[in-house]
Nanobody, 118 residues
């Protein structure tokens, strides 16, 4: 089993920055065994959407709306992966979930709220 827990989140003004971190626990001796790690978000009344993903080989993908503002990264030593969010906008307000995939099985964290407001 893979267990995930998000750290970070909170409230920030437009143009501000936040960093989310996802700690990986369970039967994971190293996060390199994960096929991919990523971040999703769900705004009120909307479907959950992929924000960013990093694959085991190091390649990354981002949803168009966050390109150039968000950066996903992994820290194998800490068994965690992060989402650095800069130039935050009102429309980035959502619950953010970290996700890991291994052998076609998805694992999810409980989510953390990010609110962008003035």
């Amino acid at each position: 089993q893979v267990q995930l827990a998000e750290l970070g989140g909170g409230s920030v003004q437009p143009g501000g920055s936040l960093r989310l971190s996802c700690k990986v626990a369970g039967n994971v001796y190293e996060i390199s065994i994960l096929d991919s790690m990523g971040w999703y978000r769900q705004a009120s009344g909307k479907h959950r959407e992929l924000v960013a993903r990093v694959f085991s080989g190091g390649s990354t993908v981002y949803v168009d709306s966050v390109k150039g503002r968000f950066t996903v990264s992994r820290d194998d030593a800490k068994k965690s992966f992060d989402l650095e969010m800069n130039d935050l906008k009102f429309e980035d307000t959502a619950v953010y979930y970290c996700n890991a995939n291994r052998q076609s099985t998805d694992y999810w964290g409980p989510g953390t709220q990010v609110t962008v407001s003035s």
